[in-house]
């Protein structure tokens, strides 16, 4: 309340205190004298002091209800605007959280896409380089695939598109190179046979590397870093070239399709028992004896070798 107000209200209570005790001072003192009189003057002073006394308490109480009042209007009002400082605070940082999140799914959202857009480009470059007439740059086509590969083992999908694309490179058809033609031979067979040399080259830098990576090594439990596990290949009709039985692991000779599971490479049409996709299960003293007595996974019947030509190529047929 403005102290204006509190002024006037106290002047006017003084200002009733002092006409009551006129009024009775003069109207309950009529007649009387001597002792009475003082008395009734007396009595009419108390009692005018008295009513005035109390209004001004009434007042000051009136006065003290109001702060009281105002100051739990004012606590009320705290405590609302703190709770709403705070549920800005939290929405504040919701928001920042929700942000944060967003541009984190959008980074890693671009840097996949930027990953997945490099492994693409660095593949069809790769796949162009292999149909390249010029051997050096199949060469690198080659190498850069198997490279591509090995950088990335935690995609078991692009090493498999890498060992397709390897596959589908020695199945395609090719003539071996033979004897070197006579001195005396035109220049166009002569040229062909260097072609076809050099093609050979190629198709053996595409072996060493399925060679190299389809071989989990003597380790069972630890596998050389370079071990591409859980491949399938596709051989059939394939010319290898001078693939002999010390350059693969036993369990991966003379099979021209399947499936290598754990270091072993079980063929397409025919599983043994107790590998992925049979319906019988051998226990593993019985399945390590059938090992034992068997060094080799021999393709299905359907399926036969035939040697090539002098230099120890195979053709596997089905």
């Avoid at 190179?177 to 002569?190: E, L, V």
Wanted: charged share 25%.
């Amino acid at each position: 309340m403005p102290r204006r107000v509190i002024a006037t209200v106290a002047a006017l209570i003084a200002t009733a205190t002092i006409g009551l005790v006129v009024v009775l001072w003069w109207a309950g003192t009529a007649g009387l004298s001597g002792a009475a009189l003082v008395t009734a003057r007396f009595d009419a002073l108390r009692t005018g002091l008295s009513i005035g006394v109390g209004g001004g308490g009434v007042f000051a109480l009136y006065l003290a209800w109001r702060r009281q009042h105002a100051t739990e209007i004012g606590l009320v009002q705290k405590e609302r605007d703190q709770a709403d400082v705070a549920r800005a605070y939290k929405l504040q940082r919701q928001t920042a959280e929700h942000n944060r999140l967003h541009a984190e799914r959008v980074a890693a959202t671009t840097e996949r896409d930027a990953e997945a857009r490099r492994i693409t480009d660095l593949y069809a470059k790769a796949v162009e380089q292999l149909g390249s007439d010029k051997t050096p740059v199949r060469h690198g086509g080659l190498y850069a695939l198997e490279r591509l590969a090995q950088d990335h083992p935690d995609n078991p999908s692009l090493r498999q598109t890498v060992v397709n694309v390897l596959c589908a490179y020695l199945r395609a058809p090719f003539d071996l190179p033979g004897d070197p033609p006579d001195a005396n031979t035109d220049r166009t067979a002569r040229d062909e046979h260097r072609e076809r040399v050099q093609e050979r080259e190629v198709r053996l830098t595409a072996q060493r590397i399925l060679i190299s990576h389809l071989n989990p090594g003597d380790d069972a439990e630890h596998s050389p870093a370079t071990f591409w596990a859980d491949i399938d290949l596709e051989l059939t009709s394939a010319v290898l070239i001078k693939l002999g039985h010390d350059r693969l692991p036993a369990t991966q000779r003379d099979v021209p399709s399947g499936h290598l599971h754990r270091g072993r490479l079980v063929p397409a049409k025919r599983l043994s028992p107790g590998t992925p996709g049979s319906t019988k299960r051998r226990s593993p003293r019985k399945l390590r004896s059938a090992e034992r007595r068997s060094a080799t996974i021999r393709p299905d019947r359907r399926s036969t070798s035939r040697r090539g030509p002098s230099d120890g190529s195979t053709q596997s047929t089905t």
